[in-house]
């Protein structure tokens, strides 16, 4: 796992190698070498100048051992105490060997990777391709266990390193995490990166931590300084704002175990540190997030449910329509290196649907995230156009025109003949059947559904929805190009709103059916946001536009479909009636401003409340219920093809809480979901009937 070779000027180079997995990561093999290492160090310390600590893989070190760490039980509790200070002793051995330590990290350094390369004097990164360091333990319900928290309270003080780093789960480039203070060179090439780590070596024989050396103190004060001492409620109010009152232990549990590590030596923080991860390993919601936002993830990423066909990759691209999400799938798709043609009626509409592109790559360029070049270089791939003959020999057609049926049929039409005669023809529709789409096409086997989410170049899910005579070819195709484009592709079978619009459908009619009970519209709000939601289902209607949602009722209507809520629908028909169609009518449920800032919940809304006594834990459960059974229903259906498709679409495309693990994890791991389901289907209605 771990080689040491000692060269003529003294300096033994730690390489990490682990020779079971493709990246290294915190499990026994580790834990065995590591000792081993130091053990050897120590043993042969008048020897040694100094250390270097590197990797043979492309990534230095990819974190905790995951697979251990979701199948933690409460009984566990003492063994991966144990276990995890036991590898904190030997990184403290490590930095305090009385040698310069330095780290050469080659790539990634995530979770615990960042936290042996903390634990040496000296960071020096290749600035390699993907390479980011950072701290996403928040972001899978954990903490940074193996020092992490207690070293950058140390290196940066409490404020910078909670809000920028252990609170928010962000991966830093390589320049940046020297800006940020988490390394201290960055070089472009591997030898650059050793002669660097043994220049520093040279210079700095009597290397020690801050920590270490007499009269350290914490960068920006200690807690016991007035100043900062009178800041630390904030955090806890700051927190709890960011949280909403959602039920999120790994937050809580960081900003704990910084604030009291800080009031202690190094060695007793790392006691408090270790504490409180054991405590996250062992709950049930670490495990929701780690199953969902690492394993599903990296199912559905790595193509679980593309089929196994060599096709090539696109190179010239149809958007059609310029509007809003016409012109953020062509942003997303130019970023990615292919070549956009995006069509409107007009010259000036499509060339307004270019401009999109040109403000968010000006922003870019201001920022520092891009260069004046490259941001020339994606503008330079999108063509915009109202002639269709420009469209000649594009190999992917993606529609993303009004919500209507007809309208679809024809623009697909009037591209076929000129596109490449085995172009993928896509549409955007968030709602409606591919297979009714595809209908009385002359290539149907070509027609595909790939439902983006706003904003496109945000949102990180691609549903790609199958029709009836779809080929696998056609998914393969979608889904490389998902994947070019930097989405999480999840792919699921024809149907009526597919599954994520006919998930989140459930949730935005349920919060409607609660105001027209009587419930406060308010209540609904803050119900949903301590449930985890990251947004009000009463705001999220104003955002989709009540205008959309009744023509989509009508839709199904006369297709047929017999549809629940009769005083949802009447709910919405009398606030488009007043005039209130959404937000981008400017009012809604919610008064808007000039600019389309939300204001407040509309006070006309009075008139429907009651005083109804339903119990906020209703409340929250209805809403997260609701959806998981219509996810559970469209499993059973089979429009879903896998759990994991559900769960990630559910997370990454709807806002489903991301601490359930996803709204069929969420069924699963309920302590008695058939239960609570019959509770609420005696209460509220038959839909709640699991």
């Not at 070190?61 to 760490?69: E, H, V, W």
């Not at 049926?405 to 003949?417: I, P």
């Not at 190009?481 to 349920?510: A, H, M, W, Y």
């Amino acid at each position: 796992m771990i080689s040491y070779t000692r060269d003529e000027a003294g300096i033994v180079t730690l390489v990490m190698d682990d020779p079971e997995q493709s990246a290294n990561t915190m499990n026994d093999r580790y834990a065995t070498a590591m000792r081993t290492a130091v053990d050897r160090l120590e043993a042969e310390r008048d020897e040694i100048t100094g250390v270097i600590v590197t990797s043979a893989k492309q990534t230095f070190f990819a974190g905790g051992d995951l697979d251990l760490m979701v199948t933690a039980q409460p009984s566990d509790a003492a063994m991966l105490t144990d276990m995890v200070n036991g590898m904190k002793r030997d990184l403290r051995r490590l930095e305090k060997l009385g040698r310069p330590v330095v780290a050469a990290v080659n790539g990634s350094a995530l979770g615990g990777g960042l936290e042996i390369a903390l634990a040496c004097h000296h960071r020096v990164v290749l600035d390699a391709k993907g390479c980011r360091l950072g701290f996403p333990e928040v972001t899978l319900g954990l903490l940074p266990g193996a020092g992490g928290v207690v070293r950058t309270t140390r290196m940066m003080g409490l404020a910078p390193a909670l809000m920028n780093v252990l609170l928010t789960g962000r991966q830093f480039r390589p320049a940046d995490a020297v800006a940020e203070g988490l390394a201290d060179a960055v070089v472009s090439t591997s030898d650059e990166m050793f002669a660097a780590a043994r220049a520093w070596i040279a210079a700095h024989p009597d290397a020690a931590q801050p920590w270490d050396r007499p009269g350290f103190k914490f960068p920006g004060g200690s807690i016991s300084n007035p100043s900062v001492a009178m800041q630390l409620p904030a955090y806890a109010g700051n927190l709890r704002k960011q949280l909403k009152g959602a039920d999120m232990p790994a937050p809580e549990a960081i900003l704990a175990a910084a604030v009291e590590g800080a009031a202690v030596d190094f060695d007793t923080a790392t006691v408090v540190e270790t504490r409180y991860l054991v405590g996250l390993l062992t709950g049930q919601i670490a495990k929701n997030m780690i199953n969902a936002l690492f394993f599903d993830m990296k199912a559905v990423n790595s193509g679980a449910n593309r089929p196994a066909v060599e096709v090539a990759p696109a190179t010239r691209v149809a958007v059609l329509g310029a509007g809003m999400m016409g012109a953020a799938i062509a942003y997303v798709v130019a970023k990615a290196g292919v070549d956009v043609v995006l069509r409107d009626v007009s010259l000036e509409a499509a060339q307004r649907g270019r401009s999109y592109s040109e403000k968010l790559l000006a922003k870019s360029v201001r920022g520092g995230r891009t260069t004046e070049a490259a941001a020339a270089g994606v503008l330079g791939r999108i063509t915009a156009t109202a002639d269709v003959a420009d469209l000649a020999g594009c190999d992917v057609v993606i529609e993303a025109v009004f919500e209507d049926v007809e309208l679809k049929r024809k623009v697909l039409a009037e591209v076929a003949a000129v596109v490449a005669p085995d172009a993928l023809i896509a549409s955007n529709t968030s709602t409606l059947p591919i297979t009714l789409i595809a209908d009385g096409f002359e290539r149907p086997a070509d027609v595909i559904g790939m439902h983006f989410f706003s904003p496109v170049d945000k949102m990180p899910l691609l549903e790609i929805v199958v029709g009836g005579q779809t080929s696998d070819r056609s998914i393969a195709r979608a889904f490389d190009l998902g994947r070019r484009i930097g989405k999480t592709p999840i792919v699921v079978n024809d149907s009526r709103g597919f599954f994520t619009s006919r998930v989140i459908g459930t949730f935005i009619e349920e919060a409607i059916a609660m105001v027209a009970e009587g419930v406060p519209p308010a209540s609904v709000e803050h119900a949903a946001l301590q449930a985890g939601y990251p947004t009000g289902p009463l705001a999220l209607a104003d955002e989709v536009s009540l205008t959309l949602m009744q023509r989509i009722r009508r839709q199904s209507q006369a297709a047929g479909i017999a549809l629940p809520h009769e005083a949802v629908h009447g709910l919405v028909d009398a606030l488009i009636d007043a005039g209130r169609p959404g937000r981008a009518g400017g009012a809604g449920f919610y008064d808007y401003d000039e600019s389309g800032k939300r204001l407040g919940l509309w006070s006309g809304l009075a008139e429907y409340r009651t005083d109804t006594g339903v119990p906020l834990a209703d409340l929250k459960d209805r809403l997260l219920a609701v959806e998981a059974i219509e996810a559970r229903k469209c499993l059973a259906e089979g429009v879903l093809r896998s759990a994991a498709d559900g769960n990630i679409g559910s997370i990454l495309g709807i806002g489903y809480p991301a601490w359930t693990g996803g709204a069929l994890r969420y069924i699963e791991q309920h302590a008695d979901f058939a239960g609570r389901a019959a509770e609420l289907a005696e209460r509220y209605g038959e839909r709640f009937a699991a």
